[in-house]
């Protein structure tokens, strides 16, 4: 079986689906790849699929940045258009352009 193509991509600005809370992307796994007491510490009636991708996050709210671990169904792309302001974009990102943020050269795959 063929893993799932990805919806978004390294850099894009996403927001959670259900959760105050919007981040830049800076990895992504075809399926997941966590450990199973994580997955089960979601409650049942909000905890995703494992077939899909998901997203490592630069994330942030209104109190905190911090790095989130997000299935694909629960991100949206977010259309405000402005940078994340946690502390790490500039160690992994180079530029914020046209709502995206451009890797590091030393950082590409």
């Not at 991509?9 to 689906?17: A, D, K, L, N």
């Not at 409650?43 to 905190?64: C, G, M, S, T, V």
């Not at 940078?83 to 795959?109: C, D, K, M, W």
């Amino acid at each position: 079986m063929d893993a799932p193509v990805a919806r978004f991509c390294i850099g894009q600005v996403v927001r959670h689906r259900a959760f105050a809370f919007r981040g830049v992307i800076f990895d992504v796994d075809p399926q997941f790849s966590n450990t199973e007491e994580w997955w089960r510490s979601i409650p049942d009636e909000i905890r995703p699929r494992k077939d899909q991708p998901f997203y490592h996050l630069l994330a942030e709210n209104d109190q905190n940045a911090y790095v989130a671990y997000v299935s694909e169904q629960n991100l949206l792309p977010d259309e405000s258009g402005e940078p994340v302001g946690h502390p790490q974009t500039g160690v992994i990102f180079e530029a914020f352009e046209n709502g995206e943020y451009r890797l590091h050269p030393h950082n590409s795959h």
